[in-house]
């Protein structure tokens, strides 16, 4: 069975049962290698796919999903879902998607998010790739004595969404990701490092830096003291700037709001950040990892501009949300697979760049810390914003590197940080959807010695 069969039986069922429908289909080819000791060491080619349902009739709401496309199961999927209808509680606000999408404006290629070479590259090619990415991180220090199985995954995704509305929108993406994670040693001593590239093309992944720069990561560590405790300016590098900004993602959405889980409850139109903040949700940016055609729920994707020099201007929406505000949906209802119901998320979720180099932003530095590691990240709580995350990086003297640093403690509140920006540099980079360039900020409480 394909998904136009998939498409016609659950058509033809919610129309003799007088249903409103959506039918999510979902399909992913998927391949995820390792690599040691110069061979590959783990190898999984493999592929996902299914579909999900819904019906709705007088105010109630079903789910049901089947995995696989066997047509049996389809039938025992629209089956149970049908009969999940009369055992829901009546949401008047949960509604399907009928805003039609401009396809000329929004498609896989003019949003950079499919690869038509993806069937072409050569698999010796991708283990290849691997495989000396793992032997230059080795040859670039003789302390580097372990490189912890380097990865490579790549996926094709294909999605269709249709419903009694109207709507009937088709999508493509292809993501390919690589990873290095090295330990070094000197003496009694060990550090370690990591970094990491993604792209929509495979030709765009940059095995030997990713491996040069985990390797000298793990060298650069070794040494490294505890400083004093006390208040610092601190330069979060664009990684760490990115893991400080996902504290705040829940804070936008609708859902939080309305439930009164948000630290932005009731703030828009108000100065809750720095004037050199700009926060910006955007699902049409060129080869995003959160990129697509249409969400979750068949809204086109948009961009938002959610805070602006330190003003909140809106809130993130899907449809129920969107009609508990009265307002429109503002395309970001996201869904894994056909497995999910379509749930509040963002899309790419990043900081605007500044106009300062990041070398400059570190000259400016006199005496402070430049941060690259953080942990403990998910301890941190986003419904009040505390957080007390352990840190590791270097201490500047000068706008230089005096010394690498490790063992402290960074402590708290988002809202309190990202008002004390001093600057924000122009070397924005994401971490799967949520991206940032490295920001300087002052007084942040550091626990040392």
């Given amino acids: 069975m394909n998904f136009d069969k998939a498409v016609s039986m659950t058509q033809d069922f919610a129309n003799a049962k007088g249903l409103e429908y959506e039918i999510y289909l979902f399909d992913a080819k998927i391949l995820k290698m390792e690599a040691e000791d110069s061979k590959i060491s783990s190898y999984t080619d493999a592929v996902s796919n299914g579909f999900s349902l819904r019906f709705k009739k007088n105010n109630k709401i079903s789910f049901s999903y089947c995995s696989g496309l066997d047509e049996d199961k389809a039938a025992n999927s629209l089956n149970n879902c049908f009969s999940l209808l009369g055992l829901t509680e009546d949401n008047a606000d949960i509604a399907f998607s009928s805003a039609k999408i401009d396809e000329n404006n929004l498609s896989k290629n003019n949003l950079g998010i499919y690869s038509d070479n993806f069937f072409n590259i050569n698999i010796e090619d991708k283990k290849n790739n691997l495989i000396e990415m793992e032997e230059a991180a080795y040859s670039f220090d003789k302390r580097i004595y372990k490189v912890d199985k380097p990865s490579y995954s790549e996926v094709l995704i294909s999605k269709r969404l249709v419903n009694s509305c109207g709507i009937d929108m088709s999508s493509k993406k292809t993501h390919y990701e690589i990873f290095l994670s090295a330990a070094s040693k000197n003496n009694d001593e060990n550090a370690s490092g990591y970094d990491f590239d993604a792209s929509s093309e495979f030709n765009s992944l940059k095995f030997k830096k990713v491996a040069m720069n985990g390797a000298k990561k793990a060298i650069d560590q070794l040494g490294a003291r505890i400083v004093e405790s006390g208040k610092y300016r601190i330069l979060f590098d664009n990684i760490t700037s990115s893991e400080l900004l996902s504290i705040l993602k829940q804070s936008f959405y609708a859902s939080s709001v309305y439930k009164k889980k948000s630290l932005l409850e009731g703030k828009i139109d108000s100065k809750v950040f720095s ?92 005496d402070g810390l430049y941060i690259t590691e953080l942990m403990g990240l998910h301890m941190a709580k986003p419904y009040t914003g505390e957080f007390s995350l352990g840190a590791s990086g270097f201490f500047v003297k000068n706008g230089q590197f005096d010394f690498p640093v490790k063992g402290i403690v960074l402590s708290g509140n988002i809202i309190n940080l990202f008002n004390n920006i001093i600057e924000i540099a122009d070397d924005i980079r994401f971490m799967g959807n ?8 002052d007084d942040v409480q550091v626990s040392g010695k």
Wanted: some cysteine; glycine content about 12%.
């Fill in 275 to 366: 004037e050199k903040l700009t926060i910006i949700d955007d699902g049409t940016l060129f080869g995003g990892y959160g990129t697509d055609i249409f969400d979750g729920e068949g809204t086109a994707m948009q961009k938002k501009i959610l805070c602006h020099n330190g003003v909140i201007k809106t809130y993130l929406y899907d449809i129920e949300y969107a009609n508990k505000f009265k307002t429109k949906s503002t395309g970001n209802s996201r869904r894994s697979s056909h497995k999910e119901l379509p749930e509040l998320g963002t899309t790419n979720f990043f900081i605007e760049t500044g106009k300062k180099s990041f070398i400059d932003t570190l000259n400016s530095i006199k």
């Fill in 434 to 441: 949520i991206g940032s360039p490295s920001i300087l900020i």
